[in-house]
């Protein structure tokens, strides 16, 4: 137990702990796309298949369900979900850039090195999802409901959290420029670590957040010019 530890056990304080994001439980052995059959779309079912570069661009699809999947490289740019899951499943160097997703979940899921530039999810669920190496500016994700994420080593400036409802989240490592969280809802720990946190907008809906590194000043910095403060020499 380190100093801080043994202070807050001494003080009868309960630490602000984040639970981390169950892993994805994939299958033991993943079979290779076959196109059409593994296309994503109207009300597809999909088990334990590897799309390996494959490529959904400008697609409109409804009510996809996959389980236990390995994208990899594969492109989304532009496309359209609607009220589909993905669960259980890896995202590695990913293209999401204008993807429109609404009422989209991803559960049990893990993406690294992908880009969701100029991407909307609105009103869906990630539950257990870590997202890590990507790059997310800007993203929206107004409406979602957020549990047990992790956002690691993102590039997120102008990402867009408005209405948001946060559950165990944390951001670490992440530039958060210019992000918004306007009327988000922190419904349990939510925590920033060593991450950029200049000019960020809607600072109030963060309260209970805990906030380590230089970005606490800087966050101080926006609460306070939310608040009509005006600092002289």
Same mark, same amino acid.
């Given at each position: 137990?380190?100093?801080?530890?043994?202070?807050?056990?001494?003080?009868?304080?309960?630490?602000?702990?984040?639970? /981390?994001?169950?892993?994805?439980?994939?299958?033991?052995?993943?079979?290779?796309?076959?196109?059409?059959?593994?296309?994503?779309?109207?009300?597809?079912?999909?088990?334990?298949?590897?799309?390996?570069?494959?490529?959904?661009?400008?697609?409109?699809?409804?009510?996809?369900?996959?389980?236990?999947?390995?994208?990899?490289?594969?492109?989304?740019?532009?496309?359209?979900?609607?009220?589909?899951?993905?669960?259980?499943?890896?995202?590695?160097?990913?293209?999401?850039?204008?993807?429109?997703?609404?009422?989209?979940?991803?559960?049990?899921?893990?993406?690294?090195?992908?880009?969701?530039?100029?991407?909307?999810?609105?009103?869906?669920?990630?539950?257990?999802? #870590?997202?890590?190496?990507?790059?997310?500016?800007?993203?929206?994700?107004?409406?979602?409901?957020?549990?047990?994420?992790?956002?690691?080593?993102?590039?997120?400036?102008?990402?867009?959290?408005?209405?948001?409802?946060?559950?165990?989240?944390?951001?670490? /490592?992440?530039?958060?420029?210019?992000?918004?969280?306007?009327?988000?809802?922190?419904?349990?720990?939510?925590?920033?670590?060593?991450?950029?946190?200049?000019?960020?907008?809607?600072?109030?809906?963060?309260?209970?957040?805990?906030?380590?590194?230089?970005?606490?000043?800087?966050?101080?910095?926006?609460?306070? #010019?939310?608040?009509?403060?005006?600092?002289?020499?």
């Amino acid at each position: 137990m380190d100093a801080r530890m043994a202070q807050i056990a001494r003080q009868g304080v309960t630490p602000r702990r984040i639970k /981390n994001p169950t892993e994805p439980r994939l299958p033991l052995s993943l079979r290779p796309a076959e196109m059409p059959r593994d296309a994503l779309e109207d009300d597809a079912i999909i088990r334990g298949v590897v799309y390996d570069a494959e490529h959904f661009v400008g697609i409109s699809a409804e009510a996809v369900e996959a389980e236990g999947c390995r994208f990899e490289n594969a492109r989304f740019t532009g496309s359209r979900l609607l009220r589909s899951q993905f669960s259980d499943s890896v995202f590695s160097t990913c293209d999401f850039a204008e993807l429109g997703a609404q009422d989209v979940s991803l559960i049990r899921c893990a993406v690294t090195g992908s880009r969701f530039t100029g991407s909307s999810w609105k009103s869906g669920t990630f539950r257990d999802v #870590r997202v890590e190496n990507c790059v997310i500016a800007p993203g929206l994700f107004r409406h979602m409901k957020l549990y047990a994420v992790v956002f690691s080593d993102c590039k997120m400036a102008g990402a867009d959290f408005q209405s948001a409802e946060m559950h165990n989240v944390k951001f670490e /490592n992440c530039d958060l420029t210019g992000g918004q969280f306007a009327n988000a809802k922190n419904l349990g720990v939510v925590r920033f670590e060593g991450c950029t946190l200049l000019d960020v907008f809607g600072t109030a809906s963060l309260k209970g957040a805990v906030v380590q590194g230089p970005g606490a000043m800087e966050l101080a910095l926006s609460l306070a #010019r939310e608040a009509g403060l005006v600092f002289e020499p």
